[in-house]
């Protein structure tokens, strides 16, 4: 794994570099160790051999003392060899030494010296016919053994430093390092398999928290990008089906223009033919026949004539025209209706809005508001609208509306079912309906809104399921 590999090699790195500065201290403290132990051997012998010198000079006879002293099994028994030179010459290894060693012999001081692994001490002692050296002679190998002990004693000791501090070292590093960047790569991991909204809890000042906190930030960058990205795929999308739907509504267009043409006169033909069987039979059943014909061949003119009223957005001859009064008439043209449902009609206004409008277009709007209200209330009610005028600074005017001081608000209100609110956004577009099979084409509410924007307005709607709705008319003032 390569977290564990990097913090291995770490480890490594640490522990062999306690190893060297300990191996390098037990190193040098064996060495001071042995020369403090030397010097140590080398003043022990230097009192010995002045207490020797003391003893042998404070006996009758120096000489018989020193060669009693030679002679004697005990000291023979020992690992120190002593030779007596009765002449007091300097023995040959002297001759080694250094020059302060041999002027404090030639003074007749006690020399020791540590040379070809042996310790020699000469003690001259003087005596009456001349001057006599005892030599003492002994082998290092005591000394070197304390110094094995000690080198001994200083590499288990390190040994012992070193594997405490690799320990020590590998938990710090582990806790420190390993957990972390174990921890920084799995975080790494989700983000990679698109877990952006993933966060990671390592925080610090120091670089693991730095690469945290950056980890974070870029997570959180992308999952911006990601969401502006799904934002302009659906946007791309959406625009994509708008384009598509444009084209089929061209293609209505023309097909609307196109049955106009082909169906128009012989609808008409039908129609006409069909009254005058009304007004001529003397045949009731002929007559109420004809009358069906001609209900449903007008009904056939009348979509046309929507289709190409939407497709053609044009208006006739604009006029003042008192709100109320239109309102008032659109419920008498379709109070029949309105009484075979159950509903019932009422007017909220002062009576004073006045708008400039086609008053035939605007009575298509306000019928299929009407028809709308009373079709949602299959069990009856109130259809209640009310006229009221607001200025404009007032009003959340779309920017595509001409601007105007004063607009007049036709509001229409039922009690009926509602509209779903995923569908409010779609009522205004063209064939779209939730109606049943034969009620409505979906034309209705397009083509209302489109003229009541030829007009200079626009329209809202608001509703709630099983609460009822309001269909707000927005148009210009004509006291402006």
Known sequence: MLVMSIVTRLWLAIVVAIAVV???GAFLRVRVEQDLLMDATLRDRQFFGQALRAALAASADPAASARALVDDERLKQGHIDVSLDPRGRAPD?????????????????????????????????????????????????????????????????????????????????????????????????????????????????????????????????????????????????????????????????????????????????????????????????????????????????????????????????????????????????LEPIARKSGAEFELASDGSAKVRVDSGQLLQVFSNLVMNAIQAMPEGGVVRATVTRLEARSLEVPTDVPSAKEFVRISFIDRGVGVDPEDIAHVFEPFFTRKNAGEGTGLGLSVADGIVRAHGGWMQIESELRSGTTVHVYLPSADQ
Do not use: C, Y
């Open 93 to 333: 290894w002297l001759a080694s030494t250094t020059d302060e060693q041999r002027a404090a012999f030639a003074r007749g001081d006690i020399v020791v010296a540590a040379a070809r692994r042996r310790i020699r001490t000469l003690v001259p002692v003087v005596h009456a016919p001349g001057q006599l050296v005892i030599e003492l002679d002994e082998p290092q190998d005591v000394h070197a053994a304390v110094e094995r002990l000690a080198l001994i004693a200083a590499l288990i000791q390190a040994i012992a430093l070193i594997v405490l501090a690799g320990t020590v070292s590998l938990i710090v590093v582990r806790a420190l390092l390993a957990r972390p960047l174990a921890a920084l790569a799995q975080h790494a991991k989700r983000i990679g398999a698109g877990d952006l909204e993933a966060r990671t809890k390592i925080s610090g000042v120091d670089d693991v928290g730095i690469l945290a906190s950056e980890m974070n930030a870029m997570a959180e960058r992308l999952s911006v990008a990601r969401t502006a990205l799904r934002e302009a795929e659906t946007e791309r999308v959406s625009l994509q089906e708008t384009l598509r739907h444009g084209d089929r509504l061209r293609t209505v267009g023309q097909l609307a223009a196109a049955l106009a043409h082909e169906l128009g006169t012989p609808i008409n033909t039908v129609l006409g033919h069909a009254k005058i069987i009304e007004k001529r039979t003397e045949d009731e059943a002929l007559a109420k026949g004809a009358r069906i014909i001609a209900e449903q061949a007008q009904r056939m003119a009348d979509l046309i004539r929507e289709l190409l009223d939407f497709g053609r957005k044009k208006t006739g001859e604009r006029k003042e025209h008192l709100v109320d009064v239109l309102v008032q008439k659109t419920w008498a043209l």
């Open 22 to 24: 300990l191996s390098i």
